[in-house]
C-alpha cells in the first residue's frame, strides 16, 4: 500500500501571492488533517477532512481554506501569504477521525514566503 | 481541551546511555497519547502510543513508554541509546471522545554522543 504523499516537496511564494498544497492520502483512509509546523516548533492542527466535509478546524484565518476529493486526496489553500506562513506543512492520513486511530503522515512541504 | 508540555528542548545522551524524553498532558477526558519521532526533512512517523490497557507501552526500535495517570505523564525511554536514534521528538495527546486534533508538544531534539 501507497503511504501519504505531498506535493510539492519545496516552495517558495512572495508575500500576498496565494499557494495550492496537495496530499494523496493513504489506500483505505477517509480523513485528512493539515499541520503547520513552524521552525523549532511542534505541528499545530490548521484543519481536518472527512468524507469531502471539513471536519474541525484549529485556530487559523479564513485564508487557510481546504478541499477534500472524492478519492479522499485533499488540498490545502492559503490566500495572501504573508512571511510568518513560512513552515513545513504536513499532511496526516487516517482511517476515521479521531479516536485511538494512528495518523500516518507525509513528509511535508515546506513552504517559504519572501 | 488538552496540552502537552515536553521539558527539555534539548537532550545529549552517549551512545549506549539511557535514552529518557519527557512528557507531560493536560486533559479534561481520558486521553490518548503518542510519540512521534522526525527526521531531518522528514514527516512524522509514530513510535507508540497508549489508548487503554497496559500502562505501559512498546513501540518501534527499541523505545517504550509508560502512562502514568496520577503523575499525568507519558515519558519515553530506551535502555541503550544507538547514533540512529538522534531526531526530533514529539509527544502528542488526543481526547478519546469526539473527534479531536492530535496536540503536540514543542518537541525534544535528541543528540547521541559517540
Known amino acids: 500500500e501507497t503511504g501519504v504523499t505531498q506535493s510539492p516537496t519545496h516552495l517558495i511564494k512572495t508575500r500576498g501571492q496565494q499557494v495550492t498544497l496537495r496530499c494523496s492520502s493513504q489506500?483505505?483512509?477517509?480523513?485528512v488533517s493539515w499541520y503547520q509546523q513552524a521552525l523549532g516548533q511542534g505541528p499545530q492542527f490548521i484543519f481536518q477532512?472527512?468524507?469531502?466535509?471539513?471536519?474541525g478546524r484549529g485556530n487559523f484565518p479564513p485564508r487557510f481554506s481546504g478541499l477534500q476529493f472524492p478519492n479522499y486526496s485533499s488540498e490545502l489553500n492559503v490566500n495572501a501569504l504573508e512571511l510568518d506562513d513560512s513552515a513545513l506543512y504536513l499532511c496526516?492520513?487516517?482511517?476515521?477521525?479521531?479516536?485511538?486511530?494512528?495518523?500516518?503522515f507525509g513528509q511535508g512541504t515546506r513552504l517559504t514566503v519572501v | 481541551a488538552q496540552s502537552v508540555t515536553q521539558l527539555g528542548s534539548h537532550v545529549s545522551v552517549s551512545e549506549g546511555a539511557l535514552v529518557l524524553l519527557r512528557c507531560n498532558y493536560s486533559?479534561?477526558?481520558?486521553?490518548?497519547l503518542f510519540w512521534y519521532v522526525q527526521y531531518p526533512n522528514q514527516g512524522l512517523q509514530l513510535l507508540l502510543k497508549?489508548?487503554?490497557?497496559?500502562?505501559l507501552v512498546k513501540g518501534i526500535n527499541g523505545f517504550e513508554a509508560e502512562f502514568k495517570k496520577s503523575e499525568t505523564s507519558f515519558h519515553l525511554t530506551k535502555p541503550s541509546a544507538h547514533m540512529s536514534d538522534a531526531a526530533e521528538y514529539f509527544c502528542?495527546?488526543?481526547?478519546?471522545?469526539?473527534?479531536?486534533?492530535?496536540?503536540f508538544g514543542t518537541g525534544t531534539r535528541l543528540t547521541i554522543i559517540p
Open positions: 497508549y489508548t487503554t490497557g497496559a500502562t
Open positions: 477532512y472527512y468524507r469531502e466535509e471539513e471536519n
Open positions: 502528542a495527546v488526543r481526547a478519546s471522545f469526539g473527534n479531536e486534533k492530535l496536540t
Open positions: 496526516a492520513s487516517s482511517p476515521n477521525p479521531g479516536g485511538n486511530t494512528e495518523a500516518f
Open positions: 489506500s483505505g483512509h477517509n480523513t
Open positions: 486533559s479534561s477526558v481520558p486521553p490518548y
